[in-house]
């Protein structure tokens, strides 16, 4: 991808990073390159890759090798979702929930007895998890959620509630639920939730014209007993699942960058070969501006995740700095993915090409993980203190 | 059973090349390099023959600048247990200073099998393997494109124009694989980790001097424009004229 490394940003990755970032993009052109345009007409999420994707080592690949995961650092785990949402948003999301929803807040808030039981076997893709904190009355203001978990005298819970918009929902065999076992929002825990478990179901969201290579579902949990060993003994508060919510936008800015890439190239290649007016249409000033923007605004957002790994590596990166990572590079995908589209003329509109399938997937990733508004305003609180929310 | 993989550096093949102010080598300056892809084949091959023995070693081998680790890596991070890095200032483009080299590092190694790509694809010379068999005074089986071992011996198939040929030699031996025989796996993420501490032992080499010098790298001939002789079905016959008579093909 030498065109859209126009400052060669490769120069700042060390070889492991790069042997990383190529093996993901072979598995990528390879394996789901060839079959995702069909898969995104099905609204199919394929299944196939989940055993592969394990093996070549992508969940929750930034976790110690102690659970059976790969230790990368956090630069090499951005490219890896970079690579996998050059494919498609809806693989990205799955590697992103699994990893960064489900692996992450088992490792952060888990139990020792927990992280050896689940995390090797979510490392292999062998068991797969879903993360639930949206319901259809609470989507950017998780705080009011009213899903309830009431202690037991025996230590267990039942569960009651429902969850909207569940990626992996319907897929996951296991569930991270949060819930308030009180009335405040302090008294959020998460719940590691078998998805076989009485009371509970999962019904696919029919009719979404976004992300459809991805299963999104609604959970409904009716009097679902959850033992005290299913309680994430860490977690407290509603600071617990924005901190994984941190984890996996930090994942999402590389790979919206990913989906841009992949536009800018399909526009880039197609500009050279399509003759009009006798010449490619890439020979007018028009076409030219589009695609020196779109390079441009790659470019930036290239270098800004870049620096936010190697932050986030240091250990010094913040959730304001995630945000507006989240924030920039989603919506300059959303912008790169539409003028591609545009680019393409009618040949734009076809599932055979990319560009319309990103520019619809980006709207989800718009919305998804804090909605672009909703970044807006926590770096307008960042930087005057005031807080618009409440 | 012990496996040794000779791999070479190659920049890959889909970039342009070009030559360099010096006009005998290419500039090598923004390039990407790979291993040779006949040689992550050869790589592929050792590490299913040690997989299906369920035991084995399987040695990577180098010549090449300090750059070549990068690709003595690869194949570690693919599975191989050890690399050797014979380090020159280049790869000389005489094929008998390299083939010296490597046969005096693999001598002593005791190795069952010797593994090479049957051709480098930056040089094409595809001299490399042979040479390293005879100055080992080894069995040397070319072009591999199917391979088995059982008790000591080899059986492989070659493909030739219009035949398939089958032979068998014994170990040990040096072969030279061909596309076809496998499909080399992508480098797991724990590869690339464990790779970093796998051994990897550096070698300075003396290298012979090379009889062979490069004197000129130019890009080949432009290709003719092509000609238009009419539109339509109009056109048809003076076509089939022009390719009885001038291509010669029909
Ligand atoms: C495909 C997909 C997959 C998803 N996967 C998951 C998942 O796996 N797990 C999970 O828990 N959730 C998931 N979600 C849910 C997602 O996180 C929510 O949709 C998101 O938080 C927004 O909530 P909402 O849809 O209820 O929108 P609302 O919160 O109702 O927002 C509607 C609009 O109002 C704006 N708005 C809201 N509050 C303010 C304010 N204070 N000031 C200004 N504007 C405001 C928003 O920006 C938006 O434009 C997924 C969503 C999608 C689309």
New binding site residues.
């Given amino acids: 991808m030498t065109s859209a490394d126009f400052f060669n940003v490769d120069s700042s990755l060390s070889e492991e990073e790069r042997a990383v970032r190529d093996s993901v993009r072979r598995f990528v052109d390879e394996r789901v390159l060839p079959i995702i345009g069909t898969c995104y007409v099905e609204g199919r999420f394929p299944k196939e890759l989940i055993p592969v994707l394990g093996e070549l080592g992508v969940f929750g690949a930034n976790l110690p090798e102690a659970y059976g995961c790969a230790g990368l650092n956090n630069v090499a785990y951005g490219l890896i979702m970079q690579e996998l949402e050059r494919g498609d948003s809806g693989i990205r999301s799955f590697a992103s929930?699994q990893g960064a929803l489900v692996m992450y807040p088992i490792f952060a808030f888990g139990s020792e007895e927990q992280k050896k039981r689940y995390l090797p076997k979510m490392a292999t893709g062998e068991v797969i998890g879903?993360?639930?904190?949206?319901e259809p009355d609470f989507?950017?203001?998780p705080a009011g959620m009213i899903t309830t978990a009431k202690a037991r005298p025996d230590g267990s819970y039942v569960l009651n509630g429902a969850?909207m918009?569940?990626?992996n929902g319907s897929t996951a065999h296991v569930a991270i639920v949060w819930a308030k076992t009180g009335a405040d929002e302090a008294s959020i825990r998460g719940f590691i939730v078998p998805t076989d478990s009485t009371g509970f179901s999962a019904k696919d969201q029919k009719g979404k014209l976004?992300?459809r290579a991805?299963d999104?579902s609604e959970l409904v949990f009716q009097d679902v007993v959850v033992g005290a060993s299913q309680l994430l003994p860490q977690s407290g508060g509603l600071k617990s699942p924005l901190m994984c919510l941190t984890q996996a936008r930090y994942g999402i800015s590389w790979g919206a960058l990913g989906a841009a890439q992949a536009c800018y190239e399909e526009a880039l290649a197609y500009s050279k070969t399509r003759v009009m007016f006798d010449r490619p249409i890439g020979g007018f000033q028009l076409q030219q501006a589009r695609l020196a923007d779109m390079l441009t605004e790659i470019v930036k957002a290239q270098l800004l995740v870049l620096h936010l790994g190697r932050l986030k590596d240091a250990g010094t990166f913040t959730p304001q700095q995630v945000s507006l990572a989240k924030r920039n590079n989603v919506s300059m995908a959303t912008d790169i993915a539409r003028e591609a589209r545009r680019l393409l003329g009618a040949n734009g509109i076809l599932a055979e090409y990319a560009s319309m399938r990103h520019m619809a997937n980006l709207e989800?990733v718009y919305?998804?993980?804090?909605?672009h508004?909703?970044h807006t305003?926590v770096l307008g609180q960042a930087v005057t203190g005031l807080s618009?929310?409440n | 059973m012990k496996i040794a993989v000779c791999i070479k550096r190659v920049p890959v093949m889909d970039q342009r090349l070009p030559i360099a102010a010096s006009g005998i080598a290419i500039d090598e300056s923004g390039l990407k390099f790979d291993v040779n892809d006949f040689d992550l084949w050869a790589v592929e091959a050792g590490l299913q023959l040690k997989e299906k023995l369920g035991q084995g070693e399987v040695v990577i081998v180098s010549l090449g600048s300090d750059a070549v680790q990068e690709q003595i890596r690869k194949a570690l991070s693919m599975g191989a247990d050890r690399g050797i890095h014979l380090k020159a200032a280049a790869v000389p483009p005489d094929a008998r200073v390299v083939a010296r080299a490597l046969a005096d590092e693999l001598k002593p190694g005791g190795f069952d099998l010797i593994l090479f790509g049957r051709v480098a694809v930056d040089v094409s010379n595809g001299a490399t393997g042979a040479m390293v068999a005879q100055l080992l005074g080894l069995p040397c089986v070319t072009a591999v494109s199917k391979l088995e071992i059982k008790d000591g011996r080899g059986r492989a198939q070659r493909e030739l124009e219009g035949a398939q040929e089958m032979v068998e030699f014994p170990l040990p031996a040096v072969l030279t694989i061909d596309e076809g025989l496998n499909r080399e796996r992508l480098p797991s993420l724990k590869g690339i980790m464990a790779a970093k501490k796998k051994p990897l032992e550096v070698k300075p080499v003396t290298l012979g001097e090379s009889r062979i010098t490069v004197r000129r790298l130019q890009p080949p001939p432009e290709r003719a424009a092509g000609r238009i002789i009419g539109e339509g079905s109009a056109a048809v016959p003076e076509l089939v004229r022009l390719l009885q008579t001038e291509a010669k093909v029909l």
């Fill in positions: 929930v879903c993360f639930g904190l949206t989507g950017s203001n969850k918009w569940i990626t976004s992300l991805s999104t989800s919305t998804y993980e804090g909605t508004d909703i305003l618009a929310f």
